[in-house]
């Protein structure tokens, strides 16, 4: 595996696929550049999901959030790519990611998206 920043979100087998169970990843060293200034942007992500199938191998995390280093990116863009990033890659039953992003200016922001895959049930009474 690369030991550089990479795009590619590895996962592995979920060890319990029958359980609703969370998994949370707390990554305080995010970085990245504003892209109006470009100063450095320091904040913490944190991953909560609950896994379908898929888990997210944490090196490969590590090295995907790693990624967005020497970029451009709005705290919202950002926050919002890693969720989407994330569920195409673990395709999980739900999914929050909370960017938390260091006072800029004299503002802190905090940004907190979610994602949850719909019951068979709901789509069936949506037919």
């Not at 590590?62 to 890659?89: C, M, P």
């Amino acid at each position: 595996m690369a030991t550089r920043p990479d795009r590619r979100l590895v996962t592995f087998p979920n060890p319990s696929p029958g359980r609703d169970y969370v998994i949370r990843h707390e990554c305080p060293e995010y970085t990245a550049v504003c892209p109006v200034t470009g100063q450095p942007d320091f904040g913490t992500i944190v991953v909560l999901y609950t896994p379908g199938r898929l888990c997210v191998e944490l090196k490969s995390l590590k090295l995907y959030l790693w990624s967005f280093r020497d970029e451009g990116h709005f705290f919202e863009q950002a926050t919002n790519q890693i969720l989407d990033d994330l569920v195409r890659a673990v395709k999980p039953r739900r999914m929050t990611v909370i960017g938390k992003f260091n006072v800029r200016g004299g503002i802190g922001t905090t940004v907190v998206v979610r994602h949850q895959t719909p019951r068979r049930a709901a789509r069936r009474r949506t037919r």
